[in-house]
T-cell receptor
């Protein structure tokens, strides 16, 4: 099992450019999440999904969009990147069922720099 | 609004000592309190977690102490080892979508 994988690992964008971050999980988890991590601020939830075809806003959703067309994939889009979106982005997944219910499994992260 | 506050921001402990990290929360609806460990360049990984129906949970050298009335919980690392050097995050969530609210993180350094 690969667990949670993220693509790409690193990316540099210019202000105004767009990009999509891909998250994939092979654990058949129902729930998926996108967080951003900034120094001194912990991880903050951007958007999340509780099932295929459903998404919802988290704590810091402005400037981002998401889609979950397949259960195993969760995409995070930046339509017009801004320097304030320079961060490390983490995807996570979890299941509400079984002995590990509620435990979020994180991917390795994507380091994004917006110039 | 910071619903989970973590302290200290950084901590240096000698090998063999006890590391203690504290967190306080505001929302009494939270019902799951995990601690995550993160090494440089990696994603966070669950270390230990507790639910509010117990006051303490121990797994090996790691213990969570939970004080529901004070709305506080802490992580104790006994016999701290250099391999424990990492950033630790407390978090809290409540039912439904299990969204986590994280503390600001503590960078722990264990000196050999």
């Amino acid at each position: 099992n690969a667990g949670v994988t993220q693509t790409p690992k690193f990316r540099v964008l210019k202000t105004g450019q767009s990009m999509t971050l891909l998250c994939a999980q092979d654990m058949n988890h129902e729930y998926m999440y996108w967080y951003r991590q900034d120094p001194g601020m912990g991880l903050r939830l951007i958007h999340y999904s509780v099932g295929e075809g459903t998404t919802a806003k988290g704590e810091v959703p402005d400037g981002y969009n998401v889609s979950r067309l397949k259960k195993q994939n969760f995409l995070l889009g930046l339509e017009s990147a801004a320097p304030s979106q320079t961060s490390v982005y983490f995807c996570a997944s979890s299941t509400p069922k079984g002995g590990r219910a509620g435990e979020q499994f994180f991917g390795p992260g994507t380091r994004l720099t917006v110039l | 609004q910071q619903q989970v506050k973590q302290s200290p921001q950084s901590l240096i402990v000698q090998k063999g000592g006890i590391s203690i990290i504290n967190c306080a929360y505001e929302n009494t609806a939270f019902d799951y309190f995990p601690w995550y460990q993160q090494f440089p360049g990696k994603g966070p990984a669950l270390l230990i977690a507790i639910r509010p129906d117990v006051s303490e949970k121990k797994e090996g050298r790691f213990t969570i102490s939970f004080n529901k009335s004070a709305k506080q919980f802490s992580l104790h690392i006994m016999d701290s080892q250099p391999g424990d050097s990492a950033t630790y995050f407390c978090a809290a969530s409540m039912g439904g979508a299990q969204k986590l609210v994280f503390g600001q993180g503590t960078r722990l350094t264990i000196n050999p």
